[in-house]
């Protein structure tokens, strides 16, 4: 009975079209599916913490090694958070926020590299909004952003969080694994 509880679960995560850690948002998964990744997960960092520990390291590596099992790995894309969800419009979060989210991605962006191998890595701070020149010229980082925001998987406010903030990424950060 347990193994076709699992068999079910697992083909309805590949229903989906991505092969997501339970945990993630319904929104979250609908954006790496629109976005086009074959997998998706979310770490959730300590607070104030851009350490990666041994679970974290072991949930990402597991992550990669799904993905190379299905194909050759193109690009990963890491959306890394502060311990406050992505700001409001026309609001900018300090300057050590955004110091943050910056190091949480490049500790990602370092285990990834480093320890297993995968060379073609984005990362973007959820810390910081797409300037003006960003939104004008389409840039990768605003696109990301705005799909983020547009789907609901970048909540601005305790509204958008949902029922004792389920849907926030504060502390968090997603990694999408794209194919050749």
Do not use: C
């Amino acid at each position: 009975m347990k193994q076709q509880l699992k068999t079910a679960l697992v083909a309805v995560v590949m229903m989906a079209g991505v092969q997501a850690h339970a945990m993630i948002s319904d929104a979250t998964k609908n954006m790496a599916d629109a976005m086009g990744a074959a997998n998706l997960d979310e770490v959730t960092f300590a607070e104030g913490s851009t350490t990666l520990s041994q679970d974290l390291k072991n949930q990402i590596a597991q992550l990669v090694t799904d993905a190379r099992a299905k194909g050759q790995i193109q690009n990963v894309k890491v959306l890394a958070w502060a311990d406050k969800e992505y700001p409001m419009p026309k609001v900018k979060l300090a300057d050590g926020d955004v110091s943050l989210a910056q190091k949480r991605a490049a500790a990602i962006d370092k285990y990834l590299h480093d320890d297993l191998g995968v060379s073609n890595i984005d990362k973007y701070n959820m810390a910081e909004r797409p300037n003006k020149i960003e939104q004008w010229f389409k840039t990768s980082d605003a696109r990301v952003k705005n799909s983020a925001e547009q789907n609901g998987t970048a909540p601005r406010t305790k509204e958008e969080t949902g029922v004792f903030g389920l849907k926030g990424q504060a502390s968090k950060a997603l990694i999408l694994v794209f194919l050749k």
